[in-house]
């Protein structure tokens, strides 16, 4: 059974159309948008399982260009 998450993100200013392109691409992101409110950024995603949740977070979508932190809420 695959693992749904939300990636709530906090993006620096002046970037939020600069995140959302590579974020988009990336492999197990069904979508991303910026939204208004606490966090700047959310991300729908779908992966085979936890292990690809925290792989996915931790090596690539923390590292893009413009998101200062993460939060991850999956689906139960």
Request: aromatic share 4%; charged share 20%.
């Amino acid at each position: 059974m695959s693992v749904k998450a939300y990636i709530l993100a906090s993006v620096e200013a002046g970037l939020g159309e600069d995140v959302i392109e590579p974020l988009s691409t990336l492999e197990g992101v069904k979508s991303a948008h910026n939204v208004t409110g606490p966090y700047d950024l959310i991300a729908v995603v779908e992966v085979p399982d936890t292990d690809a949740l925290g792989e996915l977070v931790i090596t690539k979508i923390q590292p893009v260009e413009g998101i200062a932190y993460t939060l991850t809420c999956v689906v139960i």
